[in-house]
């Protein structure tokens, strides 16, 4: 019972454990190439939960400066993943982009095939 | 004195590093034309090498400089804290990108499209500016953007080379340069999470008080594995050599003497100065670890360069073997090794820039990468191949280059260390560069030249190269900068911060 008690309390990281395995498990397993980019993605956002989940503190309030309140969250989490969840747009836009590139320039977004293409072209 | 309202630029000079190609980015893309891009990055990275000198010099005469981004002090802000260690990897940092950016205009219009001119100028001031901001940086999540920033520029400059794999080796450059940072991004979490602060010499003070060691473990393992993905540290290298491979000719030497040079620098700023040798090393088994990995980079990473045939991707093999040499000195865990890392990692920069620089004027000169194809090429172009082939005997270590001094910093800190066999390691990994240098002068010397139509290279861009491959022989000769710098940075690194 105390150890279902101890899974069940911290069940935000496990949450946070299966999207980053899952991630990780996506862009390795994959060979569809937007696969892999949603993969990635998923192992990104597995992050911002990392960080959101220990600034809450139970019956916390937002950190307003008033005598009422003494327990706030802390805010400075939710700043830093805005920034993380930029950053993760940021790549993911980028690596469609290249997606599409190569879509054009190799009529596949199959790894394994556009692998043997690169290996066909390193020994013409 | 100043007048009030007045800026003292001065006090300004550790942000102005990063506000300066930053803002240089900005405009590059506005006017988009090549010329006029081409303009205003080359007055960015010139305005570089004189701003990190004189940050170096300020900080040799007083001290670690502390600036707080925004007025804000830190640690409630985010800090900008300069010393001897990043003040000198600035240096060599912001004078390859200005020489880089000296030589590339005419290459640049030899590989690249027209348009695509000014947002490629555009990227590599990015670049440059998330390099210099991780560089600066004494924030860890600040880090993490600005390696972000840097990283994602660099994948659009690989994406921009003429072949059709340059895009794949971009895709697979972002695939893992992203895993990389998130796992660094995940280790900062945990750090977080524990000590209550992004600071980095907070961290490093309250380290100490946190009661349970083991997330402080894990917040170590995933900085090093996501350091060591963009360090291409062995078997982490994957991306690196067709990445290098394909990457337009300058794009590849700035980033081959700069990126991982940066991730190295910030490696040892965590091991040593955030988490410390105690919790760092002897707590941990990552000297032996990182022993193993160099070793097996500068055996197995040196064989594979033999038996390439495209010289560009023998020279990414190299590099990866060359960053054994680094990580050794960081797995002797002593300060003799550490000078010899950070001593190799100056002299690899120049080294290798000076290498992928001349191929880069053989490529503009016929075209070729292939080795096979290079029959001859000393013959129809001395000067060019002259300057490769005196970078080639510092790669080997032959004395009176750089890379000599170097590898003796590091064979006398494993003698220190009581570890034979180490220097045994690295006479066999000379012996291997040896049999891969020798192959291309082999070929471009004693063959015949076919009678191929060879035009010749621009004047920047064969002075560039050759004053590089000067440099090779000055930094062997007189190592005032380079080993005394390398000494300096080893003792702030390894004194760690204050706790």
Known sequence: MNLLNEILAHYNYWITIFLMVAGVFTVVS????????????????????????????????PPILDKAYTVYSNPLPHVLILTAIVVGVATLALGLALVVRINEAFGSIEEDEVVQAVYRDDHA | MTVPGEINWHEHLPVLQVVVPLSGALLAAIVREGRLAWLVAMIACWAMPIISIALLTQVIASGPISYAMGGWPPPVGIEYRIDQANAYVMVFVSIMAALVMTYMPRSTADEIRPEKHGWYYACFLLCLAGLEGMLASGDAFNIFVFMEISSLSMYVLIALGSDRRALVAAYQYLMIGTLGAT??????????????????????????????ARPILAAMAFIVVGLGLKIALFPMHLWLPNAYAFAPSAATAFI??????????????????????????????????FLTLAVM?????????????????MLAYSSVAQIGYIMLG????????????????????????TLFLAIGCVVYATGITRV??????????PLTMGAFVTAGLGLIGVPGTAGFISKWYLVQAAIEAGMWWIAAVIVISSVLAVIYI?????IAWFREPSDRQV?????????????????????????????????EAARVLFGGYPR
Do not use: C, W
């Open chain 2, 455 to 487: 035009r010749n290279p621009p004047p920047e861009m064969l002075a560039v190269t050759i004053a590089l491959a000067a440099a090779t022989i000055y930094f062997g000769i007189f190592t005032d900068f380079s080993g005394g710098g390398a000494a």
């Open chain 2, 372 to 381: 096979a194809s290079m029959a001859g090429i000393g013959r129809t172009m």
């Open chain 2, 256 to 289: 081959a003497s700069t990126a991982t040079k940066v991730a190295v620098y910030l490696l040892l700023r965590y091991l040593f100065s955030v988490f410390g040798v105690e919790i760092g090393f002897e707590a941990t088994p990552a000297s032996g670890l």
């Open chain 1, 30 to 61: 994959k060979s569809n190439m937007i696969k892999r980019l949603v993969g990635l993605s998923i192992f990104q956002t597995s992050v911002y939960l990392l960080y959101l989940s220990p600034g809450k503190i139970l019956g916390g309030t």
């Open chain 2, 297 to 313: 980079a500068m055996i197995i990473a040196s064989t594979i360069a033999i038996f390439e045939r495209n010289v560009k991707r």
């Open chain 2, 438 to 442: 020798g192959r291309i002068v082999e």
């Open chain 2, 330 to 353: 960081i797995g002797l865990v002593n300060q003799a090794g550490l000078t010899g890392g950070i001593a190799h990692l100056f002299n690899h920069a120049i080294i290798k820039g």
């Open chain 2, 183 to 212: 796992f660094y991004v995940i280790g900062v979490g945990l750090l977080f999470t524990m000590t209550g602060t992004l600071n980095l010499i907070d961290i490093a003070s309250r380290l100490n008080q946190v009661e349970h």
